[in-house]
């Protein structure tokens, strides 16, 4: 690979400091992961155990194109994940809260390429953008499905299990001109 440079010093430090990040995030999830699993949530445990392992391919994204646009990805000591969570609430939120927060800082270096006119580093983002749109989709549906298992369980556990139901329901109805009794 040649040893031209095709991004500012500013922007490689930027897509440094966020590669980081997406590693310190995917250490975070693990740590929520191995509390949901203690704490006798395995489908939960699963499900962050799984998100890690994204947020560090997503780390490894970053690495790569640092790389191969002659800068140099800058591995550096992941800070420890924040305390145990008190609750599957605060957690939860925990982790809506992070991944708001991550929008911005991709947007933030959308503004920078664009700012820099870096438009193959302007495309690069592009994909962390749609990337962080899904993920805040995927955690708000979190929050909405704790919600309604867990508020007035009275009611709306019953819409819970109508709900996961219907997540595998046929999108055709029976027609009666089709019954038979064999």
Same mark, same amino acid.
């Given at each position: 690979?040649?040893?031209?440079? +095709? ?37 939960? &445990?699963?499900? #962050?155990?799984?998100?890690? &392992? ?5 780390? #490894?994204?970053?690495? *790569? ?11 550096? *000591?992941?800070?420890?994940? +924040? ?20 929008? @911005? @800082? ?13 438009? *193959?580093? #302007? ?13 805040? &989709?995927?955690?708000?549906?979190? +929050?909405?499905?704790?919600?309604? &298992?867990?508020?007035?369980? *009275?009611?709306?556990?019953? #819409? ?16 009666? +001109? ?5």
């Amino acid at each position: 690979m040649s040893n031209d440079k +095709r991004i500012s010093d500013a922007m490689e430090q930027a897509l440094n400091k966020q590669m980081m990040e997406e590693a310190t995030q995917a250490q975070a999830y693990i740590a929520l992961g191995s509390w949901a699993e203690v704490n006798n949530y395995p489908g939960i &445990a699963d499900f #962050f155990y799984k998100h890690s &392992a994204e947020e560090r391919n997503h780390m #490894f994204k970053f690495l *790569a194109y640092i790389n191969e646009r002659g800068g140099e990805a800058k591995i550096e *000591a992941i800070p420890a994940p +924040r305390d145990n969570p008190v609750s599957l609430e605060t957690c939860i939120e925990d982790v809506w809260q992070h991944e708001l927060e991550n929008s @911005k @800082k991709i947007y933030a270096l959308v503004d920078q390429a664009m700012a820099e006119r870096d438009w *193959a580093t #302007f495309n690069f983002l592009q994909w962390f953008v749609k990337e962080q749109i899904e993920e805040e &989709a995927l955690i708000n549906n979190l +929050r909405d499905k704790f919600a309604l &298992a867990s508020k007035d369980k *009275a009611d709306n556990q019953n #819409f819970y299990e109508l709900d996961k139901d219907m997540a595998s329901a046929s999108q055709e109805g029976d027609l009666p +001109r089709e019954k038979s009794v064999e």
